[in-house]
């Protein structure tokens, strides 16, 4: 059964850092697209940033480029979401996903291109 369990989450004044890390287990990650989501109180949740299987591909929501790096290892079935310069408006819970189809060359930036998902973190960052 797959599992993603994410962790790093926090409270944080703006302009400080988090760094997230999604835990993948169940089967073979390597092969397969990984993103990050994010979900505020009353609103839709959305993309952040997302990562093909070899890490060479990275794609990122526009809120977010220039602050947040998304990264993984393949290896250790592990991704990374290093977060940047935090804004107010980054505070959210944040999702670690999973698409399962293999060797994807296009990295996919919305919700339902995804296929599994974690349970959350939540990311407050205080003004």
């Known amino acids: 059964q797959v599992q993603l369990v994410e962790s790093g989450g926090g409270l944080v004044q703006a302009g400080g850092s988090l760094r997230l890390s999604c835990a993948a287990s169940?089967?073979?990650?390597?092969?397969?697209?990984m993103g990050w989501f994010r979900q505020a109180p009353g609103k839709e949740r959305e993309f952040v940033a997302a990562?093909?299987?070899?890490?060479?591909?990275?794609r990122y929501a526009d809120s977010v480029k220039g602050r947040f790096t998304i990264s993984r290892d393949n290896a250790n079935d592990t991704m990374w979401l290093q977060m940047n310069s935090l804004k107010p408006e980054d505070t959210a819970v944040y999702y670690c996903?999973?698409?399962?189809?293999?060797?994807?060359?296009?990295?996919?930036?919305?919700?339902?291109?995804?296929?599994?998902w974690g349970q959350g973190t939540q990311v407050t960052v205080s003004s």
């Open positions: 996903a999973v698409n399962r189809d293999p060797y994807r060359t296009i990295v996919p930036g919305t919700v339902s291109a995804y296929d599994y």
């Open positions: 169940g089967r073979t990650f390597s092969s397969l697209v």
């Open positions: 990562i093909n299987w070899s890490g060479g591909v990275t």
